[in-house]
């Protein structure tokens, strides 16, 4: 496998020494806005006021946002009606500030433990970036067979694919990694295993015993290269497997489902304390109220799942192409065989 010698050499060279071309591993997936709107949503400036003066929406806000308020123009207009319904069964404003307020706590509480998911999911991805730098700075420097750092790249950047697929119950496709040219055999081998990161981590460990085994006797492997290199590949399934607990533990349904109870039940209370005394009036300001409530329900959900394609879920594409810029980096050094003088 040849090097690159000269600095000035263009991408293409780099194919004759890697199978990689450029780093777009995921270039073509950040540019559809459309699909993945973490682009805008995770990447912002917290400075200016205008991009984050925004307000989402969606089927799950629609269903008791549209029954809350047309409750309360009904309720207007049974009180136009001379029916006087609200008059009748009125709450007192007092009643309903107060449940308001423990509700505040509680959607405070809900809020923290989704974000609390969401932190601790990013830390662990941001594990898996600092791991994979790691595991590609010390192969780069134990392993001098060009053949077997290059496939070592290639495993390790199946295992962040791996690893973004499978937390998203999907599989590695050709088209995700056009640029490594997988065999259809590798990549079906791959997507069949059980835990598809855990075979590219074997496929790892399995690269690094072909890599530094001693000039001296083929047989016998350099122990503490060895344990340099296997100790970045445990802390990388560690963090997977973080993050599949993330995944695979949600919120306790009784949580969730006494919050979303008692924030129904409150807003169809309201129209009975609001309805008789501010008229139409009522409909607008519960209909903006029941809005800003699911809004925070809405975004609580969405993060404590953060592995998915929601705005606010993790940019996992983006953490795969920062781990292949290194991977790149470290290979173009290596092939270029220019390192810092001992």
């Known amino acids: 496998m040849p090097f690159i010698d000269a600095p000035g050499d263009s991408i293409a060279a780099m194919t004759s020494a890697t199978p990689y071309v450029a780093p777009q591993f995921y270039s073509p997936l950040l540019e559809h806005k459309s699909t993945y709107f973490f682009k805008d949503t995770y990447n912002y400036n917290p400075r200016c006021w205008l991009p984050t003066l925004r307000l989402g929406w969606s089927s799950f806000m629609a269903i008791p946002w549209a029954a809350v308020t047309i409750f309360t123009a009904a309720m207007t207009l049974l009180e136009h009606s001379d029916m006087h319904v609200a008059k009748l069964v009125q709450v007192p404003t007092t009643a309903t500030m107060i449940v308001g307020g423990v ?29 994979s730098r ?130 129904v039940c409150w807003l169809f209370t309201l129209p009975f304390s609001l309805v008789a005394t501010y008229d139409w009036a009522a409909t607008v300001a519960i209909s903006i109220i029941s809005f800003l409530y699911l809004t925070l329900e809405h975004t609580a959900m969405e993060i404590e799942q953060p592995f998915g394609t929601d705005p606010n879920d993790l940019p996992m594409e983006v953490f795969c192409l920062d781990i292949e810029m290194t991977v790149l980096d470290t290979l173009s050094r290596h092939n270029k065989k220019r390192f810092f003088p001992n």
């Not at 509700?103 to 990013?122: D, G, H, K, P, Q």
């Open 134 to 263: 790691i595991l590609m700075v010390h192969a780069s420097a134990c392993i001098d067979d060009p053949q077997c750092i290059s496939q070592l790249a290639t495993d390790l950047l199946l295992f962040s694919a791996a690893a973004k697929n499978f937390l998203r119950d999907g599989k590695v496709c050709a088209e995700q990694v056009p640029l490594l040219k997988m065999d259809p055999a590798s990549l079906e081998a791959l997507n069949e295993a059980r835990c598809p990161p855990l075979y590219a981590a074997e496929a790892m460990m399995r690269t690094m015993r072909l890599g530094i085994r001693s000039d001296e006797n083929d047989s016998r492997l350099i122990v503490p290269d060895y344990q340099r290199l296997i100790e970045p590949i445990n802390r990388l399934i560690e963090a997977f497997s973080s993050c599949q607990r993330i995944k695979t533990s949600p919120v306790p349904l009784g949580y969730v489902a006494a919050l979303r109870c008692f924030l």
């Open 103 to 131: 509700l505040s706590f509680l959607m405070v509480f809900r809020i923290n433990t989704s974000y609390s998911r969401w932190t601790e999911a990013r830390n662990h991805w941001g594990n898996i970036t600092t791991q």
